[in-house]
């Protein structure tokens, strides 16, 4: 194996994240489900309310409203790369209260638990992927990283 390939990316992956579009693209594309998620609730208030409800949030309306703050609040600081760390980091205890609450494999039995323990671990994926973004803003960004 080329000692370029396990010393860092290949120069065609440095050369694709480079490019000026892609970083804020990238940045889109990780909230882009809060994003959605958080207009949807909004156009659809009652929907949102009767969710937090399901999963047992109460007071529902005010779980609903604080998802739509977060959503779409921690999505544009993210997007637009200011309070990146307040964005992603509303944004990431929104998935981790989601992660228990409405992923509880551990209750689960056979295909409902096997769907439960997947979107679970979705989840925590996300929440690294924030942390990462987050790292990834600060000045000089991650040492031998380069800046996403």
Not at 28 to 47: P, Q, R, T
Not at 111 to 134: D, K, P, Y
Request: hydrophobic share 55%.
């Amino acid at each position: 194996m080329s000692p370029r390939l396990l010393a860092g990316n290949p120069r065609w992956v440095s050369a694709l994240l480079g490019l000026p579009w892609v970083a804020p693209l990238l940045r889109l594309a990780l909230v882009s489900s809060y994003l959605i998620g958080g207009v949807y609730k909004l156009l659809n208030f009652s929907d949102a309310v009767a969710e937090q409800a399901h999963f047992g949030l109460q007071p529902a309306a005010v779980w609903a409203a604080l998802a739509i703050v977060v959503e779409i609040g921690g999505s544009l600081c993210v997007v637009v790369r200011r309070f990146t760390w307040l964005g992603a980091g509303g944004l990431a205890a929104l998935t981790l209260v989601a992660m228990v609450v409405a992923n509880d494999f551990w209750n689960l039995a056979d295909t409902a638990r096997f769907v439960a323990l997947n979107s679970f671990f979705e989840h925590l994926g996300l929440i690294s992927a924030l942390a990462l973004a987050t790292r990834l803003d600060e000045p000089g960004g991650w040492p031998g990283a380069g800046r996403v």
